[in-house]
């Protein structure tokens, strides 16, 4: 991974990242924001401290553990990735309160546009702002956007020490058994 000093990755901030995106999804994974390596790299999740890449893989979404810089490939999975908020902050409380609820706004045109089968928010504090769902938990949610089911994952930022790495694999392994999606780490194939 390229190094950034801090001017560079300061010079990052505001900065967006491209969606990786296409129509008909099965999964449209939605982070918080970029953080500044990520806009630096132009790559989604790409603090080295960041378990994204490691539990996707670990989870059984992928075959093999992809690098930040290869998320294009996660459209060959049926797979993507968007945000909340577009601009790039060094942490997720620089957010306001309005550009959550204008990003909850932004992500359900894209969910009805792109019709994804399921949008997967990746961080329960951020869903409920951008939602204006203050009892929102881990795990599905009642609301439909459009066709597309909604499920919450837990934020797997390294800042997130309840989550460990096994903690963080059960929940999005129990996300992808309901998606339908098979169990693309095991080289045979076969099913959890």
Known sequence: MA?????????????????VVADG??????????GLMSAATGHHFAHPGNRFWPVLHLSGFTPRL????????LLSYGLGITNVVA?????????????????????????????PSWLAAVGVTAYRAAFDDREARVGPQERVIGG????????????????????????????????????????????D
């Open 66 to 73: 992809l690098g930040p810089s290869e998320q294009e490939e």
């Open 3 to 19: 190094r950034f000093t801090p001017a560079e990755l300061e010079a990052a901030r505001d900065r967006r990242v491209p969606d």
């Open 87 to 115: 601009r790039a902050t060094a942490r997720a409380d620089e957010l306001t309160a309005e550009e959550y609820r204008e990003g909850g706004r932004l992500l359900a045109l894209r969910a009805a546009r792109l019709r």
């Open 148 to 191: 597309t089911r909604v499920w919450v994952l837990p934020n797997p930022s390294g800042l997130n020490a309840l989550w460990t790495i096994p903690k963080l694999t059960d929940a999005f392994r129990a996300f992808r058994l309901v998606t339908g999606l098979p169990d693309a780490s095991c080289a045979g194939g076969s099913e």
């Open 25 to 34: 999804l099965r999964v449209l994974f939605c982070g918080i924001n970029p």
